[in-house]
């Protein structure tokens, strides 16, 4: 028989706190404890599934036996605290992002490769559940089969990201270079990124556009736009706001042998009849297009009682006693913080950055940081974060 797995949250806000929940309903775990620096926050929700209260995550790693802990405190905190847990052989599941700089990200990385070296069982996850999403899965079977042959570009308009300024205003760690390192890039889209990345591949080269605060009374940006080169010759285009209304998710996929399309939940496909590129070059006709047939690609309902967040908990379970794939390694996290930290980076310095090269964000932070003047004010109360995901 399976063990049941000693489980804690570290970060019980709007996102630890349904952690909590899927990790109290799952039989493959127990909720032992919750930590929250918020003492007030983490006594409620540990009353409420009947675990026990810490304030500082390396207490809380220290006194309380543990197999696994879940991450969900603001950004800057997830590697620091996976790599308190890897110390001590428990293993993790973090939030997204995996950290807030692509540095960062490779120290919490190399971290966890040493710790495997005397706990070689030991599981590294991150949160991307969107890629559980029955519409992302067909896409990444689509693809991976070949549907397209040879991709040429991939466009995606992602503006269903609308904050107010009251979502803004919660949490004091919010929307400030301090205390977030960045925004809707960091915030909402790596999601997107990583999707983006899975799907068609993680690219070469970046050129970025964002602007800082542009529609909120925030210090990052709450609007980017970049343009994705990648080996082979792909190009990609990328434009997210937390300020459209109503906003588009428009994801299109082209390649020699036609196109995908998703949006509003459902994925067009253009078949041409021979490939565009041979086309081009034997045609003797200067406009004449292949033949095409368009068609709705069906998405499976789906599966299983499980949902998004509650799935990714779920297969980190099955990671740890039976060695099962995860739905996403933590390394597989540094791909879209190196494309948030490039667009950025682009951005402030007017140029074309390389995937491979985005550690002078580093420094660019820290000056942010440094220089700052910008005065947040805080709203009262907890945000009800069923809303983000509905
Ligand atoms: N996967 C998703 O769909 C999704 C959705 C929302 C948020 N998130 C991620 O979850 C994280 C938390 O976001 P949120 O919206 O829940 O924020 P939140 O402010 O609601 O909650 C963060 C909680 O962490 C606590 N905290 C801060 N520092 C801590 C520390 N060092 N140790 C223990 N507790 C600490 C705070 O007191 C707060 O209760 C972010 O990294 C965010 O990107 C993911």
């Avoid at 006693?321 to 980076?345: C, D, F, H, K, V």
């Amino acid at each position: 028989m399976e063990k049941t797995l000693r489980v804690a949250v570290i970060g019980v806000g709007g996102m630890g706190s349904t952690h909590a929940a899927h990790i109290a309903a799952n039989p493959k775990a127990r909720l032992v404890a919750v930590c929250d620096t918020n003492p007030q926050r983490a006594r409620e929700i540990a009353e409420k599934h009947g675990a026990k209260a810490y304030v500082d995550p390396r207490e809380l790693l220290t006194r309380e036996p543990l197999d696994a802990v879940t991450i969900a405190t603001p950004h800057y905190d997830h590697p620091l605290i996976s790599m308190d847990a890897f110390a001590k052989g428990i293993h993790v599941l973090s939030e997204k992002p995996i950290a807030v700089t692509a540095r960062r990200a490779r120290e919490a990385l190399a971290a966890y490769r040493a710790a495997r070296v005397d706990h070689p069982g030991l599981r590294y996850a991150i949160m991307f559940q969107e890629r559980t999403q029955p519409a992302f899965a067909k896409l990444k079977a689509l693809l991976t089969g070949g549907i397209l042959g040879r991709l040429t570009r991939a466009t995606w308009i992602h503006t269903k990201w609308f904050r107010s300024q009251y979502y803004y205003d919660h949490g004091d760690w919010r929307a400030s270079w301090k205390g977030e390192g960045g925004g809707v890039l960091l915030n909402q889209c790596p999601h997107t990124l990583d999707l983006y990345q899975w799907l068609v591949g993680r690219p070469r080269s970046v050129i970025g556009r964002v602007s800082l605060g542009k529609y909120h009374d925030i210090e990052v940006e709450d609007e980017a736009t970049a343009f994705f080169e990648h080996e082979g010759g792909l190009v990609g285009h990328f434009h997210t706001t937390t300020a459209e209304c109503p906003g588009t998710n428009r994801l299109e996929i082209a390649g020699e042998l036609g196109k995908l399309v998703l949006e509003d939940g459902k994925i067009r496909h253009w078949k041409n009849a021979v490939s565009m590129l041979d086309h081009s070059k034997e045609v003797q006709d200067g406009f004449k297009l292949p033949e095409c047939a368009e068609s709705e690609i069906p998405i499976p309902p789906e599966s299983g009682s499980l949902k998004l967040h509650g799935k990714v908990i779920d297969a980190f379970f099955d990671g740890i006693t039976l060695g099962a794939p995860l739905i996403a390694e933590a390394e597989e996290g540094l791909a879209s913080i190196s494309m948030s930290n490039a667009i950025l980076l682009s951005s402030f310095q007017g140029r074309t950055v390389s995937l491979d090269d985005v550690d002078g964000f580093d420094d660019k932070l820290q000056g942010l940081i440094e220089g700052s003047r910008w005065k947040k004010k805080v709203a009262a109360g907890n945000l009800d974060f069923q809303a983000s995901w509905k």
